[in-house]
Structures are given as C-alpha cells and as structure tokens.
C-alpha cells in the first residue's frame, strides 16, 4: 500500500487506528499534502459516533492524527479545521452524541470554503465601491496575496455572517 492509501484510510477510518498507523509509519512525514480533508470526513466519523460505531476515544485520537499531519489539507477550511480541533482536543469541550450530531448538521449546512470565498469577494468589491473601507483600496486578490491574515479574518468575518443568515432560515422554517 503507498502513503496516499494509507492516508485514505485515516481519513475514512477504514480500519481501527491500530492497523493504520503501522502502514503510515513506514513512510517518511512530508509537509507536501497527498490527500485533501473535507466535510464528509468529519461527517461520516460523528455518524459513526453517534451510532455507537466509535467511542470518544476513537473519535480524538482520530482527530490527532488528522492534525499532528502536514501531508493532508483542508483546503482553507476554516470551519471544517475548527470542528476537527474541537475533536481533537477534549479538554476543551467534551463530545456528546447530541453535540456530534449537531457538529454534522452543521458541517452539511455550513458554508463550504468556496461559498465564502464568493461572499468574501462579493462584500469586499462593495465596500471599495462604497467607500465603506476608507482609503484602504486593495483588491480582495491583492489582500490574500499579501496579508493572508488579513484574508483569513475577513473570510471569517464573511462566513460568521453567512452562518447567521442560515441559522436565521432555519429559524424561520420551523
């Protein structure tokens, strides 16, 4: 099996962790990532849980692995990387079955990275039209071009408010 299998594997949990790790450590830990994190990945994971498939225990160590690795990326998803390190980390919050079945609602729902960045760029040639953002004058591909802070923060600022907007229809349908 070569390494992008191997990763597959984590990344799906297709095996216990203690079969998979013995494969991934025979090769050599690359910052170049193979394989590409996304939403389904968590999902089917919390479904698992919460079906009783996984304990919690499954479920963070899992979540470590996933993170301790830069062979695999998120594509810039900040809301996808933000649910992983919730479940990576348990001291900060502890996993329910109702908090993970409300994390994959959430994560199904949620704005992918490609919503946001549309948004983003939406909101921003606004407010350079508007004058909303007073002198600065900086194109949103100038910004993530040279402060990809300031890209980050704005994408969040512009995903916030979509999860807003989506809370409030969901609001608003029951």
């Known amino acids: 099996m070569d390494r992008k299998s191997a990763l597959r594997e984590l990344l799906e949990l297709k095996k216990p962790l203690d079969e998979i790790l013995p494969t991934l450590d025979r090769f050599e830990r690359d910052s170049v990532p193979l394989v590409i994190f996304e939403r389904r990945h968590v999902v089917s994971i919390l479904r698992r849980y919460c079906d009783g498939d996984l304990n919690r225990h499954d479920v963070e160590r899992w979540a470590s692995l996933i993170v301790s690795r830069?062979?695999?990326?998120?594509?810039?998803?900040?809301?996808?990387?933000?649910?992983?390190?919730?479940?990576?980390?348990?001291?900060?919050?502890?996993?329910?079955?109702?908090?993970?079945?409300?994390?994959?609602?959430?994560?199904?729902?949620?704005?992918?990275?490609?919503?946001?960045?549309?948004?983003?760029?939406?909101?921003?040639?606004?407010?350079l039209r508007h004058g909303w953002w007073d002198t600065y004058t900086k194109s949103y591909d100038e910004l993530a071009a040279t402060d990809p802070i300031g890209k980050f923060e704005f994408d969040g600022l512009v995903e916030r408010m979509l999860m807003a907007a989506i809370r409030a229809e969901t609001d608003d349908n029951q």
Not at 85 to 107: C, D, F, H, I
Request: no cysteine.
């Open 70 to 127: 830069s062979d695999i990326d998120y594509n810039s998803d900040a809301v996808l990387r933000e649910h992983l390190l919730e479940l990576a980390l348990p001291a900060n919050s502890q996993l329910t079955r109702e908090r993970a079945g409300k994390s994959a609602v959430a994560l199904i729902e949620g704005p992918t990275a490609k919503a946001v960045e549309a948004a983003a760029r939406v909101l921003h040639y606004e407010g």
